[in-house]
Structure formats: C-alpha cells, structure tokens
C-alpha cells in the first residue's frame, strides 16, 4: 500500500479532474485551460493546501502520454491545459475511473521500482517525489509565428486604410466640376432657351465624359475598413479575458450595434468581420459556417 502522502496525490489528482470537468462546463470545450485560472478551483476541490504549478507538473507527468490532457505554451508565457480530440474529451465528460486507474498504476509501479532501488528508500519521500516525471510541455497550436503573423495583420490593415485615402481623394478629385468647351456651348445653348430634350441631352453628354468614381460596393468595403479598429477592442472587451470565445455571427452583431460610438447596420458589422477574418486578422477572428451554424470565434492571442 502507498504511503498516505503518495495517497494524496491520488486525490490531488481526482481534484483536478473534478476542477477541469466543471471549468469546461461553465466556460466551453473551446476555451483553453490556464494553469493559473485553474489552480483556485483545484485548490477548493482538494482541501489541503493551494495548489501549485509544480503539483500540476507533477500530477501530469505521473499520468503520463494520454488521450485526454496536454500541458501546452501558447507563447505568451502562460501554461494551460489543452483538450485533445478524442471520445473522452470532446464532449468535455471524461472518463474519469480509467484515468484515475491509469495514475495510480504508474504511481505504484514508480514507487515499487524506488523501494527497491535501496534499502533506505522507503522512508525518502521527499527523494521519491523529487525523482518523480515532470510533464512534457508542448507547443499551442495558437503559439507559432503568432508575433509574425500579429505584425503582418496590423501592416495589411494599414495598407488597407491608405487605399482607402487614396480611392476617397480619386473619388472626391473625379467631382470636381470641370468646365470643357463642350460644356460651355451647351450651357450656351440651354441659355438660348433650347427645349427640355436638349438640355437633357447635354447633361447626359456631361455625365458621359466625367471619371467614374469608386463603386458602391468599394465605398461599402472602405467604411467597414475604417470601422475595424473600433471593433477590435469592442470583440477584445467580449472575449471577457477568455483565451477563445464564439457567439452566432448575429448576437456578436448585435453585441456591436450596442457597443459601437457610431451606427453600424448589421450588412456593415458582417463585411468588417468577414474582412477581418479573411484579410487584416485571421489569426484573432475566424468565421465558422456549417449547415445551420453561423459563428464568430474570437482568439485573443491573436489581437493585432
């Protein structure tokens, strides 16, 4: 039988277990565990002492590679518990009697092969516990290139914002009213009291020979260009300091007529965040359709 202090870290693990099945239920499978937003509830669940990362690292390395939990990087200094995709956690109940089954073996069979390494080793813990596997961190998904990616969002969004100067002074130069001698007879003619058709005709003509200005739908691209800044920090406030949070594409628009200074029309709110999703920060939204499902995922890390 294992001592009564290595019994604790069976119920430490069971803690974590409980604590990590409860968090997933109150903030989603798609929000990442942070060690240090996680630590607290393990802490409640096990009642002898606050929790540490290094009892995290340890619980973890003792379970060992399994289907269930990773302990990742996301490249901004913070561990967090990641869910891998397989039956025990995708729908965020785990099959906790088989992982707990699973820790106690391998702490047993660490303990058996200690014990038998010396005839003193029994009564070393303290030896035991510092020799003990710590968990492998791995590298988040979200984590690679993030600085990179973070800086070519934010210069796409820049360029973006100078074309749209430039088209507004292309488009503001094209109506300027320009006075060719062409317009001067016909003005000449309307002023001689030439009938309606004429002066119809003549407008026309003029119309003809003027620049044509940015389209509509260019005009309607270049006002949600200019509406992005604002809507990041609007979607940053949502996200509720959640790593990852998603909203169907029609609360989130909602969420953004109520929170924007200026009006924006649920056609203008869903072009910004499909611009921003294909062209300025693909890394901070991404819109997800399929079949009935109409959603906006917001990762934080990824905010230009």
Not at 44 to 57: F, L, N
Not at 69 to 79: I, K, Q, V, Y
Not at 251 to 258: G, T
Request: net charge positive; hydrophobic share 40%; charged share 20%.
């Amino acid at each position: 039988e294992l001592p009564a202090q290595l019994q604790e870290l069976t119920r430490l693990f069971k803690a974590f277990l409980t604590s990590t099945s409860l968090y997933c239920a109150h903030n989603g499978l798609g929000t990442p565990m942070y060690i240090n937003n996680l630590l607290p509830h393990v802490t409640r669940s096990w009642k002898t002492r606050a929790v540490t990362e290094s009892d995290m690292h340890t619980i973890l390395g003792i379970l060992g590679k399994n289907n269930t939990f990773e302990l990742a990087d996301n490249g901004e200094g913070s561990l967090c518990i990641e869910l891998l995709e397989t039956n025990n956690s995708t729908t965020g109940h785990f099959n906790q009697p088989e992982l707990i089954q699973i820790f106690q073996t391998r702490l047993t069979a660490f303990w058996n092969q200690w014990v038998s390494s010396s005839p003193t080793a029994r009564s070393n813990i303290q030896g035991f516990l510092s020799q003990l596997p710590t968990c492998e961190i791995i590298t988040s998904q979200v984590a690679p290139s993030t600085t990179a990616n973070l800086t070519k969002g934010s210069e796409r969004l820049q360029d973006l914002k100078a074309a749209s100067i430039a088209a507004r002074a292309a488009e503001a130069s094209a109506r300027r009213p320009t006075v060719q001698s062409s317009d001067k007879s016909a003005a000449a003619v309307a002023s001689r009291g030439a009938n309606l058709l004429d002066r119809i005709l003549a407008k026309q003509a003029a119309n003809a020979n003027k620049a044509s200005g940015p389209s509509s739908a260019h005009l309607a691209r270049l006002s949600a260009i200019d509406r992005i800044a604002d809507i990041v920090e609007v979607l940053d406030v949502l996200a509720n300091g959640r790593a990852r949070a998603s909203f169907s594409t029609k609360i989130l628009i909602s969420h953004l007529q109520n929170s924007l200074r200026n009006p924006i029309s649920d056609d203008e709110g869903a072009k910004c965040l499909e611009i921003m999703a294909k062209e300025v920060t693909p890394l901070f939204v991404k819109i997800v359709r399929a079949g009935s499902v109409d959603a906006v995922v917001i990762t934080r890390g990824g905010k230009p």
